[in-house]
């Protein structure tokens, strides 16, 4: 019998952790899909929710290569901050619940991710299986050539972009939403100025250009090698189960990745804060599932019976 109309799609959904565990134990092929809710147990802002930095700056002036262009060291202040925010977080359990996943279950996982925090990768979660389709934060590239460094933790990143939290919001005050502040800027002589990129960290490849953070900007297009590994990975075989993890999946591509799934064969697991803001997962069905709270707590319970408990750790991988 179908649900009445004025119920909501998500709510003949099982909520059972019994009953998913027994689909999970009986699952060959299992993707991840990730967002910002993810990290929120962090102490992460979402991207545009309350206290996320999208509300505060301008995305016009920090995050398009035409910004660069014109400010690479306001752009660079920008990023800097962001790194040494995210660097001041650690992974939570969440992150390592997957991790533990992806070891266990070798190419039958992969973990689809539009966070660029970084946290998936500061535990001991393969690359491999971490496809990371806005890229991150911590790879840096040339403005200028080919050269990529993947996975730069260093906290500055250069010298000249060393955060100093009781100054870097006048430093901001330019890209600043606010717009005493933007006056506030142009004004005032003493505010003070971005940086010379003369000063800033250059290629050591072609040693002309300027290094820029890995993430991809507004207007420029996603990794297509890493749009390609994903395509590739679902036409191998049928998939049994895809996690949607704290995401609304209502932007493209992610938001597609969860019909992909169930056209694939897949069940549906959501875990999310808010049942109200699911976007393409939100049409569940009774053999779909959905967990309302915070993902550092659930995951852990949700995948406990598949998780190598002999070489489970919550020992963050250090880089130098």
Known sequence: MRPPRSMPNHAIASTSIDEFHEVLRTSKRIVALCGAGLSAASGLDTFRGAGGMWRNYQATSLA???????????????????????????????????????????????????NVDGLSQRTPHPRSQLKLIHDTLFDLKCFSCDYREIDNF??????????????????LAGASTNPFHNRIAFLDPATPQTIDPAELPHCPKCTHGLLRPGVVWFGESLPQD????????????????????????????????????????????????????????????????????????????MLGPIRDRRKASVKEVKFK
């Open 64 to 114: 398009t290569p035409e910004a660069f262009e014109k400010d690479p060291g306001l752009v660079w202040l920008f990023y800097g901050y962001r790194r040494h925010k995210a660097l001041q977080a650690k992974p939570n359990m969440g992150h390592f619940a997957l991790a533990e996943l992806a070891k266990k279950k070798g190419d039958g996982f992969m973990c689809i991710t539009q």
């Open 154 to 171: 260093n906290d500055p990143v250069h010298p000249s972009l060393t955060i100093d939290d009781e100054s870097v919001t006048a430093r």
């Open 226 to 301: 890493t749009l390609k590994e994903i395509d590739d990975w679902f036409d191998q075989d049928r998939v049994d189960l895809i996690l949607v993890i704290g995401t609304s999946a209502a932007v493209y591509p992610a938001a597609g990745y969860v019909q992909i799934a169930k056209r694939h064969g897949a069940r549906v697991a959501v875990v999310n804060m808010d049942k109200d803001s699911l976007g393409s997962a939100s049409n569940l069905r009774k053999t779909d599932f959905l967990f309302q709270g915070d993902a550092a707590e659930l995951l852990p319970q």
